[in-house]
């Protein structure tokens, strides 16, 4: 197994571009995850995912879209960057949404917005 | 105020040194998460709590849900062990679903 894997590893934007950072678990899990993390602060949670056509907003959820249309992918949509979202940005999953399971992360995508 | 605060921030240790991480968090929780990331890493899972104590090889984690307080022990402490040590508390979000709620982490270092 892959485990959970992410697109690109690096990215450098324009501000106003938008970009679609690529998530995908192989382990048939119904709970998917997208966070930021940025210097000096925990992990923030951005938009989550309960199963396939079900998501909903995190903590910070306001520049981003996502959508579930298959249980194995979770993209994360930039709308029109910003230098704000500079980040560093980890999908993850979990067998389901209960808060004993354990997670399993992405290696990360490093996004500058310039 | 974090609804999660991990001290300390910043540990630098002896190669043998016992260490400690400690974890408080201000709200009422399912289940304690414990994780690493190396540096310029991916982070992954060491432990899940929600009472008692846990131990996989030199590490030992233990919770006490009255005190909402968590540690984290490493024994035997070897340079391997430098990383950054993440708390995260599962805080009921709806329906039978919990969001992670995260610490800022602990930066360890451990010298040879």
């Known amino acids: 197994n892959a485990g959970v894997t992410q697109t690109p590893k690096f990215q450098v934007l324009k501000t106003g571009q938008s970009m679609t950072l690529q998530c995908a678990q192989d382990m048939n899990h119904e709970y998917m995850s997208w966070y930021r993390q940025d210097p000096g602060m925990g992990l923030r949670l951005i938009h989550y995912?309960?199963?396939?056509?079900?998501?909903d907003q995190g903590e910070v959820p306001n520049g981003y879209n996502v959508s579930r249309s298959t249980t194995e992918d979770f993209p994360l949509r930039l709308l029109s960057a910003a230098p704000s979202q500079t980040s560093v940005y980890f999908c993850?999953?979990?067998?389901?949404?209960?808060?004993?399971?354990?997670?399993?992360f992405g290696p990360g995508t490093r996004l500058t917005v310039l | 105020k974090n609804e999660v605060e991990q001290s300390p921030q910043n540990l630098t240790a002896q190669e043998g040194e016992f260490i400690t991480i400690n974890c408080s968090y201000s709200?009422?929780?399912?289940?304690l998460h414990w994780l690493q990331q190396h540096p310029g890493g991916g982070i992954v899972s060491l432990f899940m709590?929600?009472?008692g104590k846990k131990k996989h090889g030199r590490l030992i984690a233990t919770i006490n849900i009255q005190e909402k307080h968590s540690s984290l022990h490493i024994t035997a402490s070897h340079p391997r062990d430098s990383a950054v040590y993440i708390c995260a508390v599962a805080v009921y979000s709806g329906g039978s679903n919990y969001k992670l709620t995260f610490g800022k982490g602990t930066l360890l270092t451990v010298n040879p």
């Open positions: 709200v009422g929780i399912s289940a």
């Open positions: 709590l929600s009472s």
């Open positions: 995912s309960v199963g396939a056509g079900i998501t």
């Open positions: 993850a999953s979990s067998s389901n949404g209960r808060s004993y399971n354990e997670q399993f």
